[in-house]
């Protein structure tokens, strides 16, 4: 019910959320609309949404893969795969990006919000000439220009196209059929089915007024694939957090490496290597992520102690749902108790 009521309350237009405990769904349904004109409901298991920075979550699997087959190492400097990047005043190195310690700056302005047909190579413009704030490992500074970099560096090493590499070495693999970059979304319908079923099911993205909601601004995320660029359906996101409490693809200690939380002057930053790795307002150890971009809010939760996986997907800008949406996961809580 709590979930409905987000819904029935007039506080988000949409959203999907599926829970599974020892892999088995315990929880699978959608609330409200995809597309609040043409009415069409949210189905968990078909709607896909922006799902923000959960594309980090899918990022450190790709680069755990390309760590174990070779292609980089996490300690190596950055310049080592991108020798064209400006050099700034001390060197940093992939594991600093993935973590969130290199000093790169965040956004400013609307920044966010960006709606260029940008390359990854060519979005490093934006920030390229700035200094690092902070010299890294010595500071902590979430941002997503970080994944930026660190792309750019994955897709230099291997040669291939980082969404591409992402799609057969992580998705396919896992299974992840309705998860998608926005540059799928430009390939015509007829070229590859599963593309043309996933502009079917693209949810309608919303910003929230006073008393309605408006369509959300029209930006391009594909640049920003790594950080925050990725579509999927709540199915498939919690598939993905099932994937990752039986690590599956990547060796174990590759997951340690991910699912530990990097440290600045002996200190946790409670984010590991594209994960956050915290606790939630329960005190409940978690990894996973919790996502806010332009016409979404996403939460990702993996609870290794209960083998119980949540993934809740909204269609909406900045819903401020966060408490509610914790007291729901709690009572989901209550009922596995």
């Known amino acids: ?172 693999p896992l299974g992840l059929k309705n998860t998608f970059s926005p540059m799928d979304f430009n390939v015509s319908s007829s070229a590859r089915l599963p593309i043309g079923q996933a502009v079917e099911n693209k949810a309608e993205f919303y910003t929230k007024r006073a008393l309605s909601f408006k369509k959300a601004a029209e930006v391009n995320n594909s640049y920003k694939l790594a950080g925050g660029g990725f579509l999927s359906t709540s199915e498939d996101v919690a598939r993905l957090g099932q994937a990752i409490l039986e690590q599956k693809l990547l060796k174990k200690e590759t997951y340690d490496q991910l699912l530990t939380s990097q440290e600045v002057n002996g200190k946790p930053t409670f984010y590991g290597l594209g994960f956050q790795v915290s606790q939630d307002v329960q005190g409940r150890p978690f990894v996973g992520h919790v996502g806010s971009s332009v016409g979404a809010y996403t939460n990702f939760f993996v609870y290794p102690e209960e083998e119980l996986v949540v993934s809740v997907l909204i269609n909406c800008t900045a819903p401020k749902v966060q408490e509610k949406l914790d007291g729901a996961i709690a009572a989901i809580f209550e009922n596995i108790a």
Not at 49 to 64: D, E, P, Q, V
Not at 66 to 86: H, R
């Open 1 to 172: 019910m709590l979930f409905h009521d987000l819904v029935a309350e007039g506080q988000v237009p949409g959203m999907a959320i599926t829970a599974l405990k020892n892999g088995q769904t315990l929880l699978q349904k959608g609330y409200g609309y995809a597309d609040l004109e043409r009415k069409i409901q949210v189905d968990a298991k078909k709607t896909v949404f922006r799902i923000a920075s959960i594309s980090k979550c899918i990022t450190g699997l790709a680069l755990g893969k390309m760590v174990e087959e070779g292609i980089v190492d996490l300690e190596a400097s950055f310049y080592a795969y991108v020798p064209y990047y400006p050099k700034k005043t001390y060197d940093f190195i992939l594991r600093q990006l993935a973590g969130h310690t290199a000093g790169i700056r965040g956004y400013r302005g609307k920044e966010y919000a960006l709606n260029k047909d940008f390359s990854i190579k060519d979005s490093i413009a934006i920030f390229k000439n700035d200094p690092l704030l902070f010299e890294p490992g010595q500071g902590y500074l979430y941002n997503s220009f970080d994944f930026v970099l660190l792309s750019l560096a994955m897709q230099e090493a291997s040669g291939v196209p980082f969404q591409d590499y992402v799609r057969e070495n992580i998705l396919m």
